[in-house]
């Protein structure tokens, strides 16, 4: 259950009480209360927000975003990330929006910002809520500042951390909320949206590429339900790092652009415990072609707003699957297409021991890439059965149910699209997820064991029923088991090394998959030293393990953030083992018997 916190607030109140709404001190308070037993009632102005839910105190905030305009500019100090010597290119002011997703589709025509049930609209227009405390820069990434033709040198600038904080708008910005449903550990959830995460605007890059800027964390929209539409740093650091080290590990994904932090306490429970506590804020800016979700078509399918299906359909098709355009099938070809994509990507999240966590609809994204980083995690011992997320009591979004739930996913959307997709369509394209999910997975497998020509049925037979069984139950760490494998010779030497990997009872068991193996490797033409090259750029050193993550948290937490810093560099190049001098661990190892 999302808790809630309060938000800014310069003009305080005195709440009054009346009868307590929560006799639990970890349910959400309604809108419009707060307190720990939910029993103050905020009186706050037309237009302001309330500091409402548990952790809230009743004052309310009536500060608005303003254009950069408005405010002068000075130089600072900020951790950017790559080389600094980029070429000149855009400033803030003068990023081109097209803001095309609001242009060309109907928006909700209610412009206060105030938690409601929003009917026969896309979108709500809405302004980040700055945040009471000072915000401050935490880390830039000039990589992902290139999509969008940026000029790295902006991010020295002294309203950074309060433009991709959402206090100050840039010229052209439209910012908006997404409205969408979705269904949630298998049921349908009614109306979600964009609870948290405000869109800045679209910008066209000079290659004619588009990207959708978003805020996470920027504060309350209309579809924020009982959460406060803040983010915390714990999990805004945790998407910031993730988000690019999926890219530079060959992930589809959306990416972050800059990490900003406040001093602002947000209110979590993160063990849904009771025992929540006050943590600190931040914003996370991410970038995607689009965000757009399955959920955007629910929305309007079980709300009966079937008109507007066609009309998403078309908008999608037209923005980011043009080669569709004009077909007279288009509405098939756009779904084989999504079936396709999705099926591609759950293939590389097994492939690299990726478990997103939470695989509800609404986290789907149309495109085919990783969106929403929440409770994410990475395999350290293999195990099918790992859950990453502390909610997911019975295990639905394990690990080795991904691929079976993306179906399900994909189920569901067919639904949604039903008022302009026959059964007779969208069945057959449902049907090619499987093969494509099982060709795009061997197809990673075979680069990972650093296997091409002898790449089929004899692999999957391998990996099925030989080796993936045996690293379970030796519980095997599965990121530096494959790195080790590469070193491995076609007369076996380092074999050793491997197969203390697997002691006691396991060890016969790998005799008998490292006879089979190198009699594969036998029969590949590569040589030893091409095969182990080939093998070291697939399979990483570092991953972004729960430990690794941790530690740059808690650091972070103490205002030290060199650990983010340093990840930041260490993931973006995951394949070359490094020696960063601000690590404070090795990085690439299993979890420490702290």
């Excluded at 406040?262 to 931040?282: C, H, I, K, V, W």
């Excluded at 359909?313 to 084989?336: N, S």
Aim: aromatic share 12%; hydrophobic share 40%.
């Amino acid at each position: 259950m999302i808790l809630k916190l309060f938000v800014l607030c310069l003009l305080s109140v005195t709440p009054f009480r009346t009868a307590c709404q929560s006799s639990s001190p970890y349910l959400a308070c309604v809108p419009g209360r707060f307190g720990r037993n939910c029993d103050g009632v905020c009186s706050c102005d037309q237009g302001c927000l309330c500091s409402d839910g548990i952790g809230g105190d009743g004052s309310c905030s009536c500060l608005k975003a303003v254009t950069i305009e408005e405010a002068p500019i000075a130089a600072t100090d900020v951790y950017v990330h790559g080389s600094v010597n980029a070429s000149a290119g855009r400033t803030l002011e003068t990023l081109p929006f097209i803001n095309t997703y609001i242009q060309q589709l109907p928006g909700d025509p209610i412009v206060d910002n105030y938690v409601r049930q929003v009917p026969n609209a896309f979108y709500s227009l809405v302004r980040p809520t700055p945040f009471r405390s000072g915000v401050y820069p935490i880390a830039f990434n000039e990589p992902v500042a290139a999509l969008i033709d940026l000029d790295t040198r902006e991010a020295n600038r002294s309203d950074f951390a309060e433009i991709f904080s959402g206090a100050r708008l840039m010229p052209g910005s439209r910012p908006f909320a997404q409205r969408y449903a979705g269904h949630q550990f298998g049921n349908y959830a009614g109306q979600l949206g964009d609870g948290r995460a405000i869109t800045l605007g679209e910008i066209s890059n000079a290659a004619g590429d588009h990207w959708e800027l978003q805020l996470k964390g920027a504060g309350k929209t209309p579809y924020s339900r009982n959460a406060d539409g803040r983010a915390v740093l714990r999990s805004s650091i945790r998407e910031f790092l993730c988000s690019e080290a999926m890219f530079y590990l060959g992930v589809p994904t959306s990416r972050a652009l800059s990490l900003v932090g406040s001093d602002d306490p947000t209110f979590r429970d993160m063990l849904y415990d009771g025992n929540g506590q006050n943590e600190p804020s931040a914003v996370v800016a991410r970038l995607a072609s689009s965000w757009v979700r399955f959920g955007t078509f629910e929305i309007f399918y079980y709300k009966n707003e079937h008109h507007h299906i066609a009309t998403l359909a078309d908008y999608v098709i037209r923005h980011d699957f043009p080669h569709l355009d004009g077909l007279a099938d288009k509405y098939a070809q756009f779904f084989r297409e999504v079936v396709r994509r999705t099926a591609t990507l759950v293939a590389h999240w097994q492939t690299v021991g990726f478990a997103h966590g939470v695989l509800n609809t609404d986290n789907m994204s149309i495109l085919g890439i990783t969106i929403d980083y929440g409770p994410f995690g990475f395999l350290d011992a293999y195990d099918p059965k790992f859950v990453p997320n502390y909610s997911d009591d019975q295990g639905r979004y394990a690990f080795g149910a991904q691929p079976d739930i993306c179906y399900w996913n994909l189920e569901k959307l067919a639904i949604a699209l039903s008022p302009i997709l026959s059964a007779r369509e969208y069945k057959p394209a449902l049907e090619l997820f499987r093969p494509t999910y099982q060709a795009k997975y061997l197809e990673l497998m075979c680069a990972k064991l650093g296997l091409k020509a002898t790449c089929g049925n004899r692999v999957r037979s391998l990996l099925d029923d030989k080796l993936l069984p045996l690293m379970q139950r030796a519980k095997v760490d599965y990121a530096n088991f494959f790195r080790r494998l590469g070193a491995l010779t076609k007369l076996g030497e380092t074999r050793d090394s491997i197969a203390r990997m697997f002691p006691g009872n396991n060890r016969a068991s790998f005799e008998r998959f490292i006879g089979h193996y190198q009699q594969l490797l036998l029969e590949e033409p590569m040589s030893d030293t091409d095969r182990r090259v080939q093998m070291n750029a697939v399979n990483p050193v570092y991953v972004l393990r729960n430990w690794v993550a941790q530690v740059a948290i808690e650091n972070a937490t103490a205002k030290d953030y060199s650990q983010v810093h340093a990840l930041q560099r260490m993931l973006s190049n995951p394949f070359v083992r490094t020696s960063d001098p601000s690590a404070l661990f090795d990085y690439s190892a299993p979890p420490p018997d702290w």
